[in-house]
């Protein structure tokens, strides 16, 4: 009869490790799977905005945007200042700084951000004056976040995201158009 007791304890202990064994695995696979955020501009619009196609063409203004920082992670994600930039064919015609903060575990954090552009600082031959010319002129945004990912507060691995946006500055309706974020 003793044999039977020892085989039964010893087949509740073995599904106690399988089923910690599947616990443990599943947890490592979620919530210990750190990532770096998803850096994007939700919205754009244009403010304060001037253009010329006279003598020289160029244009200037401000691009109010909505910037967000989604956080998939089971932790905080801290992040020091950084930049944002805003760039006509490779070349920087404006920044504006995005302020340290704290993208909570699993939530966005959105941040409005004004950023002044201004055609004048280009320097070279470009396209602008073909640009303005027809109406539209394509923008780019970059940005990179680095910070570091808090888990339990135990677990601090350093991360980063980066924003590539793509946008149309509409002349003719002073809007941002086909903003386009990966």
Same mark, same amino acid.
């Given at each position: 009869?003793? *044999? *039977?007791?020892?085989?039964?304890?010893?087949?509740?202990?073995? +599904?106690?490790?399988?089923?910690?064994?599947?616990?443990?695995?599943?947890?490592?696979?979620?919530?210990? =799977?750190?990532?770096?955020?998803?850096? !994007?501009?939700? /919205?754009?619009?244009?403010?304060?905005?001037?253009?010329?196609?006279?003598?020289?063409?160029?244009?200037?203004?401000?691009?109010?945007?909505?910037?967000?920082?989604?956080?998939?992670?089971?932790?905080?994600?801290?992040? #020091?200042?950084? /930049?944002?930039?805003? &760039?006509?064919?490779?070349?920087?015609?404006?920044?504006?700084?995005? #302020?340290?903060?704290?993208?909570?575990?699993?939530?966005? !954090? !959105?941040?409005?951000?004004? +950023?002044? +552009?201004?055609?004048?600082?280009?320097?070279?031959?470009?396209? &602008? /004056?073909?640009?303005?010319?027809?109406?539209?002129? #394509?923008?780019?945004?970059?940005?990179?976040?680095?910070? =570091?990912?808090?888990?339990?507060?135990? +677990?601090?691995?350093?991360?980063?995201?980066?924003?590539?946006?793509?946008?149309? &500055?509409?002349? =003719?309706? !002073?809007?941002?158009?086909? &903003?386009?974020?990966?």
């Amino acid at each position: 009869m003793k *044999g *039977g007791g020892n085989k039964k304890c010893l087949a509740y202990v073995a +599904i106690f490790i399988v089923f910690q064994i599947i616990v443990i695995t599943i947890f490592a696979l979620t919530v210990m =799977k750190i990532k770096g955020p998803k850096v !994007r501009f939700q /919205t754009a619009t244009v403010s304060n905005f001037n253009s010329d196609s006279s003598t020289a063409a160029s244009f200037s203004g401000d691009l109010v945007t909505k910037f967000a920082v989604k956080n998939t992670n089971f932790g905080h994600f801290k992040y #020091p200042n950084s /930049t944002v930039s805003i &760039l006509y064919e490779g070349q920087v015609i404006g920044t504006a700084a995005v #302020p340290s903060q704290k993208a909570k575990a699993r939530s966005t !954090r !959105r941040t409005d951000i004004t +950023i002044s +552009i201004d055609s004048s600082k280009l320097s070279g031959t470009t396209n &602008l /004056t073909t640009a303005i010319g027809a109406g539209v002129v #394509p923008l780019t945004s970059e940005s990179t976040l680095k910070g =570091k990912v808090e888990v339990m507060k135990i +677990i601090k691995k350093n991360k980063s995201g980066k924003m590539s946006c793509t946008m149309l &500055l509409n002349l =003719k309706t !002073r809007t941002v158009d086909d &903003l386009k974020c990966k």
